[in-house]
């Protein structure tokens, strides 16, 4: 269907409303709605001491190599990498009791989330956000604990990357970016696959999955480490196999990747 509007009529060719403030408009209504953050949630500002240190959960073997344990409540993380481990932070978020939401990262597995103990009421899902995904994202933010903001290879600039960062500090939440550039994050992190258990010569059954994970924080040592991933009966279990917080070897984990 065409998406030209027709000069002083507020509508489409095609006899529907512009999409994009009624889109927002209608996130806006949605996440006055949320219980636990709300209205209430929306409209008061922190304190910085009440933000300090205050972290989401994560999956356990992923809080070892986090400077704070978790995702900084009120932070913008960079991230980029395997998608696995942007579930795992749905899955632990949403199974905590935490409301999250996916803008712009279509191809984000839910099956997978759901199989890490991912909780589907509490996970929007913004698959195509139209022309300006990083303002649905700020939306987002006044009503959810994380949003994973996907950027389709753009740039976003400083000034913009400074007003979304101070939303997000006072309501809160959490941002985590991919796929493309954001100046200037509280932490990054790069995740790549590093290899898989029970597969032989063409042969065999996927029985593991194993995660290199780099961390850059602003201050303190950049850490390394891996995990892995291994279905059970019931789900999939993340287990820690080493930590190393040496920023030779990440210099060297990064030139080589």
């Given at each position: ?140 933010l006044d009503g959810l604990d994380l949003v994973v903001l996907g ?107």
């Amino acid at each position: 269907m065409g998406s030209a509007e027709d000069s002083g009529a507020g509508k489409r060719r095609d006899g529907m409303p512009p999409r994009d403030k009624p889109t927002l408009d209608e996130l806006r209504r949605r996440m006055v709605a949320i219980p636990g953050r709300g209205e209430a949630a929306a409209e008061r500002i922190p304190r910085a001491a009440e933000l300090h240190r205050e972290a989401l959960a994560v999956p356990p073997a992923l809080a070892e190599l986090l400077p704070d344990g978790g995702l900084i409540k009120g932070s913008v993380v960079a991230y980029s990498g395997a998608s696995s481990l942007l579930v795992g932070l749905l899955a632990a978020v949403t199974e905590g009791g935490g409301h999250a939401a996916v803008v712009g990262v279509p191809r984000l597995g839910l099956l997978a989330a759901v199989e890490m103990g991912a909780q589907l009421q509490r996970l929007a899902v913004v698959a195509d956000p139209g022309p300006d995904p990083v303002e649905v994202a700020a939306v987002l933010l006044d009503g959810l604990d994380l949003v994973v903001l996907g950027l389709g290879g753009m740039a976003v600039a400083p000034s913009r990357t400074r007003v979304i960062a101070a939303r997000a500090r006072s309501k809160g939440a959490t941002l985590v970016v991919t796929d493309g550039r954001w100046p200037n994050p509280s932490l990054r992190l790069d995740t790549r696959v590093a290899g898989y258990g029970g597969l032989g010569a063409g042969h065999g059954r996927l029985r593991s999955v194993r995660l290199e994970v780099a961390v850059r924080g602003k201050a303190g040592p950049p850490c390394h480490g891996r995990i892995e991933l291994r279905p059970s009966t019931s789900r999939v279990e993340w287990v820690s196999l080493e930590t190393v917080a040496d920023e030779a070897t990440i210099e060297a984990h990064g030139a080589a990747s």
